[in-house]
């Protein structure tokens, strides 16, 4: 083989692996919302925002497919076939009945969850090693961590005495939340009165159902559904001046009272960690599911005073963020 032939075919082979790169087609990763893109459009941006802090530009080196259910978990199987039909390398699912659907529809395809008692729940048989092709990230609250809630309202409200729940009962994460709350309301001498609702034209009759049994405050159980309609949600509050508590930080941002809960941005921040070492070849079986690190308690003067309530001093003092 003459000299030039040799170098030539040298050259090529060195070239191999870097057009077998450039061929590669683009990562897709779907992310799931429960809510909509108008209630919640933070949690999707905080997402795309941490996935371009890794060196991810959609578009360019990455394809991000965006999904919503509207509130809606029985949407959920149409919009995961969908993202599975367009060859979706990952899923990012942000609700405990986005993740089960997901679970059940694919085996195959690497699963991120943002889910409240992914153990509890069946969805992993393990934090540590969840195994299969989930893992994620566990907004799951301690009996603790939720009988604070009517603690919380104990100081907003003193000698409050009975307290509604707003829960849906087709999520199998906020049964449980009922049956702590209940505990820690036989505890405390506190009425609780649940109200179940499934569907938004629900909520007038719950609130009426309150009012009728002289209900002192209420307590919203955050899922899709209260999620999604927290405006609506919020906005009855007000009118039947209800002090309120909620699980998410984004029901006092649209006008509710007080919130405590779990930072869900900083969880769809977090997620981008191992969506980035599962596009590298990692697998979701050997990634640890997260627990909580970072809980906001959050307060709304403003809501307050329209209520005709003073917030404690104290109270204001421990809170993450005061809203005048």
């Given amino acids: 083989m003459r000299r030039r032939e040799f170098v030539a075919l040298v050259s090529g082979a060195a070239a191999w692996p870097l057009v077998a790169r450039a061929q590669q087609p683009i990562p897709r990763v779907a992310f799931l919302g429960a809510e909509s893109a108008s209630t919640s459009r933070n949690f999707f941006d905080a997402f795309r925002k941490g996935m ?6 959609d578009g360019q080196n990455i394809t991000l497919l965006e999904r919503w259910a509207e509130g809606r978990g029985e949407r959920f199987p149409e919009l995961i076939a969908d993202v599975l039909g367009l060859k979706a390398n990952v899923i990012l699912t942000v609700s405990l009945p986005a993740a089960l659907a997901a679970k059940t529809a694919t085996t195959t395809i690497p699963i991120v969850f943002i889910a409240s008692d992914p153990l509890g729940s069946g969805l992993v048989p393990s934090l540590a090693r969840p195994g299969g092709n989930l893992t994620g990230f566990s907004l799951f609250l301690g009996d603790e961590f939720i009988s604070k809630w009517l603690e919380l309202l104990r100081e907003i409200v003193p000698g409050v005495s009975g307290v509604a729940v707003i829960w849906n009962p087709v999520n199998p994460a906020t049964s449980r939340d009922v049956t702590v709350l209940r505990r820690a309301a036989e505890k405390l001498g506190v009425r609780l009165q649940p109200q179940a609702v499934s569907e938004p034209d629900q909520f007038d009759g719950a609130f009426a159902n309150m009012v009728a049994a002289r209900a002192q405050a209420l307590i919203v159980v955050v899922d899709p559904l209260t999620a999604r309609y927290r405006d609506r949600l919020v906005e009855l509050a007000k009118k039947h001046r ?19 809960g ?23 079986a050997e990634l640890p599911v997260e627990q909580p690190t970072r809980f906001e308690l959050v307060v709304n003067v403003k809501t307050a005073k329209a209520l005709g309530l003073e917030i404690p001093p104290t109270l204001l003092a421990r809170a993450d963020e005061v809203i005048e």
Avoid: Q, W
Avoid at 52 to 57: A, H, I, K, N, T
Avoid at 242 to 260: C, K, N, Q, S
Avoid at 266 to 274: F, S
């Fill in 52 to 57: 371009g802090e890794r060196g991810y530009v």
């Fill in 242 to 260: 209800l002090p309120t508590m909620y699980g998410f930080r984004e029901f006092v941002d649209a006008g509710g009272l007080i919130a405590y």
């Fill in 262 to 284: 779990v930072n869900v941005l900083d969880m769809c921040r977090r997620a981008t960690v191992y969506v980035d070492k599962i596009i590298k070849g990692a697998n979701p």
